[in-house]
DNA sequence: GTAGGGTTAATG
DNA sequence: CATTAACCCTAC
């Protein structure tokens, strides 16, 4: 925000462009949602979350639209019982958590800010009718319904739908979750108003003729068109829109200035970003979409690697860029961690440690999870699998029935092409199988289920371990971005050489969880089959390192009596192992793992919190806990909660 | 609202 | 049983 005044001045062009792209990447997320293409929707958010864990030049909206993502991605999926974003709670309830904060930051009329809350609760009563979930129905009706007095009549015919146990009624027909995300959507959008990006606007005004759409009073500025067709913006003209673009965004950067940092790259590279844009876009109009996905996605990735200061990643963002396009789909991806540990060791291994099994789900971008059909799955396993299950059945019965669920959008389609990151692909998910096959299809840009034993439980404790007491320094929580570096670290052991070249990582948050993708660079099948079992390995090890305890998994989860508490992570991280920066949770739009069932309790911090926090720290200095935290899109997280964050953090030396 | 000591509970 | 991150309580 305007905070950082001080040093503000010297936003790094990472930090200008993120801006850019994050406020074009809301914009698009918004317009997905508005026209009901939930997937790219899921995927514009996913991007999102990605950008924001990178130094960004805040600005003041960007809470607001931040905010206004988290509620819509908990809208989006609030049909999904299985999902969770924030520990116990259902994806709907997680939005009432973020209508709090946005009625909290923002001013809502208080009457706009009830209509609200309560078509979530209904719809999300209709839900658990719906699927069953009675149990949960009935704890809806007496958590939320309690203060709800005009809908005394609703509440009387819920009740006595819960009573006896009925899932179908007319009412529960009636309701459209389609138009509920629209309504929600209206919400949003009359409560803030997002404006058109500025790349759109540089864009449209540089005449690409697809770009439309959005209202957006075109000034003609100066354009003029080359007789090629191509679209040349004049130097002159150039400077004036950005003058007037940049007063308007809050960009901070002198044309002059950026014109010599383009000039600079140009050296290097071959097309400064505007260029590139510029000039690129109306070579094919048609062709391309009319927003460049791939110019934009590129620019930000390049300009990421040049900042990144963590030296080691340098080398990922460059590769990723590089396919991420179309590589994105690629099918085959490494396979589930899960499933080579378990084929590596004795099923009964396996189960034994766990004993509730927890189910997450967690939408991974583009992860497809077909890949479990291949992967030479073990029969012993899936066997194991199926018992541990049967064990956890008796533990929720609920929440398992449904494994996976198509995305809303239900497309399978792997290829995002907004996600760079997907482009690894193998986000490999995990999935607990219970009929493999079918669902697997289904899922496809969907989640995953893990289960927590798909590790074993000794070597990740162990690893964890080590992690704490000797690399503080690394831990994700750490340092930002940084992520290679563990894994490597941890793989190390196992495959060095081979790893380094063809996994790229990338790790992006997911929500709720840490995507990472890991990208082979080979596909071929054998190759990948090597790197499955690899990232495995890593995985389960790299898991626990990194970011164990950003993990809510499950933490707390179990609610099965008496039960081995023990694993309570979960381990849904995937493949690649490396999560480390986010924690999974949490995160902004994802939403993460099965419910555990009881009441939250505590809730470890994420990789991006404690960005937050730092940064809000560098900000406004420790002790301004408040004001960080109103400053950050934290939810359920308190002033004090910051403050002991901190402290750990010190004590930890992360910080 | 914040600081700091005490408590809780997960983990090994 | 020891350690420790997250949480709680209380004084200011």
Redesign the pocket.
Known sequence: MGESVGEARSLSDEQIINRWSFDYYVFKALSAFRDADYTAFTHFTSIVESLVVRPVDGHSDMIVKLRCMQFLSRINNGDKLDLTFEEPKTPLESALSVLEDICRDMSVPPREKERVQQAIIETLMVVCLRSGEFTRAEEVLLTHFSDAADSAGKRKLFESLVRRRRSSHSVLQLSSYSDFKQDMLDFIERLYRVPEPFLLQMLRRSGHPGVSSEPVTSSSQERQKDHGGAVRLSLRGLRQVYGVLSERYGVSVSFSQLQQELEHQDEQEQSPELHLALSETPRDPESQPPYAGMTISRLVQEDDSQLSDQGQDTRSPHRILVTSGPESDEPELQTPVTRSHSSGRSPAQTCSPARHTQKHIRMVLSSDVELEDHAASPPSRCSSRQQQKKKKKSDHSESECVLMEEEDGGSAQVSSPARPSSSSSSPAVRRSARDTPRQSRMVLSSDVELEDHAVS?PS???S??QQ??SDHSESALVSSPARPRRSDRDTQNQSQSSESECVVELEVKDGGSCIQHSTPARPSSTDTQRHRNRSVTVSSESE?HSES??VKT???SSPSPGGA?????ARWQDVSGTHENWSDEESLFSSTSGRSSKK??????TVQESEWLKEGVRRFG??????I?SSFPFTE?????L???W???L??RLV
């Open positions: 439980p990740r404790r162990s964890r371990k704490k007491k626990e305890p950003a499950s933490r707390r508490h023990k694993r309570r992570r939250s309790s505590r809730k470890m911090w420790a002790g301004h806990w408040e004001k935290r997280r308190t002033a004090v909660n403050k002991d964050r402290r750990t953090m004590k930890l």
